[in-house]
């Protein structure tokens, strides 16, 4: 039987079994909405309400419902190409070509690139690998930033590798034993992360590394009562025109401030969990994971270096139970 919400394999309620992290039954919920944007591509319907699930102990947030194989398939098709952004921008005004534009520049960037290299030289890593795979890597960009005898990238996307850098789209396909495994900006969108993170265990040799990386995205919440947003959101959801205004104005209070107004939202997009350090020690420590650096890279995202435990099964019952937040 599953013994900690790591185990949780329901994408609809996803806070049943406790925090995804830490398992703590500490929890909060808030009222939000799924966007029209996601809604609609990953399973054709209109927007909905959903809850934020805010765990007291490590601060993970994360939105109750998740997203199911099939669904994940059919948003994460084409990703990013023109169709894409020409739908995304019917219900998201802010996402235009140009910011587009500069998040895929961002993700090529140098920056990233020597944030990683210089996370890997802070926890003493290696300075030669073996065998490295990105693992969602897109072409292998940051796989530059490493020294290895062997690169490869997995990603379904089936994009063009880079020079010298191997590409799997197919899991079944994807062989084992990597002595350094990249996972950058992938486990926010992930619906169950402490089973992706059995999967990246299951690949790793034992006692390979693991470079985690997802974006830092903290605000404070809206005031006043959940019960008094939760009406007024309702009220919201069948007009897209005033969706997409009061989007705009919450998106850019959350980026530009820091904190949502009276009675806003954060909308349910790609992002499915939002992380703090305290949540990615607990969940790369009950993954059987050990973490050796934690905390915010030269290029501002939040980053651990963990190795797998040479005697320890990932992701067995005995390590999943010995939580520690
Ligand atoms: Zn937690």
New binding site residues.
Partial sequence: MPTSAAENPYHLQRSAA???????S??QHETQIVSGFLAARAWGGPPQLTQLVC??????RFFERGLSESEVARYYRSYRDAEYVRDRRRWEIFYTPTQHAAQVAWSHSAQRTEALRAALTGADAPLRFASALDHGGDHGHMLTAVEADRKAVFDPSARATLPGIDGYADSHLLPGGWDLILSCQVLEHVSVPAAYLREIGTLLADSGWLYLEVPVEQWRPAPGSDALRAAWLKLLLPSRPLLMVADLLCTASRIKLGRLPPLGFVAMREHLNYFTA??LR?ILTNGGFTVHTCGINRAGQLFAVARKFATVNAGSDKTLSTIT?
Avoid: I, T, W
């Fill in positions: 406790g925090c995804l992290c830490c398992g703590s500490n929890l765990c007291a102990d490590c601060g993970l305290a949540a607990a937040c």
